[in-house]
């Protein structure tokens, strides 16, 4: 939301073309603060102000607007002035940029960024969606085995401004292949034998990423073993980049996002809500509307299959809400559980066994507790005997245990297939407890009350 206290003076600043002023305001907050302090300028307004910072300082604040803006700012620049941008800006946030962009400004700015630079753009976005590679960053500190500590820092000093962290160096021989690692602090403190090679206090037992895994997996093994960073290679262990804490941080966002939007049966967006056309919303709605649409057709043409029993006996009726939410809320409270403990790394698919003996006796209480309120409801009706009333909990105990093992087992039966266990969403696990749950309520009158004449 536009800062009222500090538009003005900025506008002011700019009015008078305050270069001085401007300068001390880019320098003098973090970056972060520094455009939360200029929401509500304009995309000309907003680079006018950071053109005058140093080149560091420009490239970190212009990092940390939104795509939206930033893409506004590139258009109204000459194609000179935005391929300079782009080219000091950090690889992997210059490819995610460049893919909100029009095609052809996109080709216009590439012809103008440096060959070296140009190339790194193009390796990056050839990386499948999704991947280690597409998030990479390939800007890293690097250094020899045999090179001496003293030398290392010199080399180190003279990259550090180019690179988004220094806290790990990566050793390599000549063909990039990753040997091991020294931290920055370890290197500080091995200056009292200078001439020490670094092979000699490097880690050698590796954490490592291969550059076409998920980035859900690297997310989960950079929080698990608590990382900076973790470097990506290739199938011959060559280091290609390194994904940071705050590329894990972005991805983890995205992914629960993304799982939000499948949990209610909606196509994840690409852009914000409000940028979205109505065309966009509408595709992504209703694609899974309409299978469910159909998934619910399949319940009504159930029900109508034992519309005469239903007719005999008309107390079976007000009930059928309640055994089929009663199913699908517990088959999506089983969904849950078992959706977050996979993306947690919490269980794999090899314990389905031990999953499925939980949920079992997880379905069994929770259908008990539920039978007896069950018992009770349909007794409390006049027409309705104590032994016909037993029809009601021994549906919510059978529907109950059915709802925890779909919604446990269709998850890990997802993972097991290479899909996402997000997939398997609340409306499915709900659908086809609609339909299962008729068939069980409809097989348990059979079984006490026998067919109604």
């Known amino acids: 939301m536009p800062n009222p206290l500090y538009l003005p003076e900025l506008r002011e600043m700019l009015a008078e073309n305050d270069v001085a002023g401007l300068r001390e305001f880019c320098g003098a907050l973090h970056p972060a603060r520094t455009v939360e302090f200029m929401d509500g300028l304009t995309a ?53 940029l460049l893919q909100e962009m029009a095609p052809e400004l996109v080709e216009e ?68 292949h990753l040997h091991g690692l020294v931290s920055a602090r370890e290197l500080l403190s091995a200056t009292r034998f200078p001439d020490r090679p670094v092979g000699e206090i490097m880690e050698r037992d590796l954490l490592t990423v291969n550059v076409s895994e998920d980035q859900e997996e690297v997310a989960a093994k950079v929080a698990k073993y608590d990382l900076l960073a973790i470097p990506v290679v290739d199938d011959e262990h060559r280091m290609l980049g390194i994904i940071t804490h705050d590329d894990v941080i972005d991805v983890i966002a995205e992914e629960a996002v993304e799982d939000a939007y499948l949990a209610a049966a909606v196509g994840p967006l690409k852009e914000n809500y409000l940028d979205a056309s109505l065309y966009e919303l509408t595709k992504k709605r209703a694609i899974w509307l309409t299978i469910l649409f159909f998934g619910a057709i399949v319940t009504a043409v159930v029900i109508r299959r034992y519309e005469g029993i239903l007719a005999a006996i008309p107390w079976l009726m007000p009930f059928i809400p309640l055994v ?47 039978a ?20 009601l909990p021994i549906t919510l105990v059978l529907v109950v245990v059915s709802g925890t093992l779909i919604g446990s087992v269709l998850p890990l039966l997802f993972r097991r297939l290479g899909l996402d266990p997000a997939l398997m969403s609340n409306p499915f696990v709900a659908g086809i407890i609609d339909v ?18």
């Open 44 to 96: 000309e307004e907003s680079w006018n102000v950071i053109r005058h910072a140093e080149d560091y300082l420009r490239r970190e604040i212009f990092c940390f607007f939104p795509e939206e803006l930033q893409v506004k700012i590139l258009e109204s620049l000459d194609r000179e002035e935005a391929a300079k941008l782009i080219g000091e800006m950090p690889p992997d946030d210059r490819v995610d």
């Open 109 to 176: 700015v590439l012809s103008l960024v440096p060959a070296e630079e140009r190339r790194d753009i193009q390796r990056l976005q050839a990386y499948p969606e999704d991947t280690a590679g597409a998030v990479m960053t390939t800007e890293f500190a690097r250094v020899s085995e045999s090179t001496p500590v003293k030398q290392a820092l010199d080399q180190i000093a003279r990259q550090a401004e180019q690179l988004e962290t220094i806290y790990y160096i990566y050793v390599l021989d000549d063909e990039g």
């Open 324 to 370: 089929i939410s009663t199913g699908g809320n517990s088959g999506n409270q089983s969904a849950a559980l078992v959706i977050t403990a996979l993306s947690t790394n919490d269980i794999t698919v090899a314990d389905w066994w031990r999953v499925v003996r939980r949920e079992f006796a997880m379905g069994l209480l929770l259908g008990g507790l539920l």
């Open 372 to 391: 007896v309120f069950g018992f009770f409801c349909a007794w409390s009706l006049r027409e309705v005997s104590a032994f016909e009333a037993t029809v």
């Open 436 to 453: 299962l749950g008729i068939v069980i309520y409809m097989g348990v009158v059979f079984a006490l009350l026998g067919h109604p004449s």
